[in-house]
């Protein structure tokens, strides 16, 4: 299985940008995490084609479980 952070952030434009983290551990501390979106935001660390990031929405684990199909 495995688990990948979304990070949702909003842009100037009002749209959100979504920033995916793969092999997240399972158990995030969520005062970490919004530090880290906020820390994000404040430092201009990500770069929007033609637009900026202005806050931070909202993250959440997203856990992958494969099945393989036997054919």
Avoid: C, W
Wanted: glycine letters at 2%; zero cysteines.
């Amino acid at each position: 299985m495995e688990t990948t952070l979304n990070l949702v952030f909003e842009k100037a434009s009002g749209k959100k940008h979504t920033m995916r983290i793969a092999d997240a551990k399972l158990s995030q501390d969520p005062v970490k995490v919004k530090a880290l979106m906020d820390y994000i935001v404040n430092n201009n660390l990500i770069y929007v084609k033609d637009d900026t990031i202005v806050a931070a929405l909202e993250a959440n684990l997203q856990n992958v479980t494969e099945n393989p199909i036997e054919l």
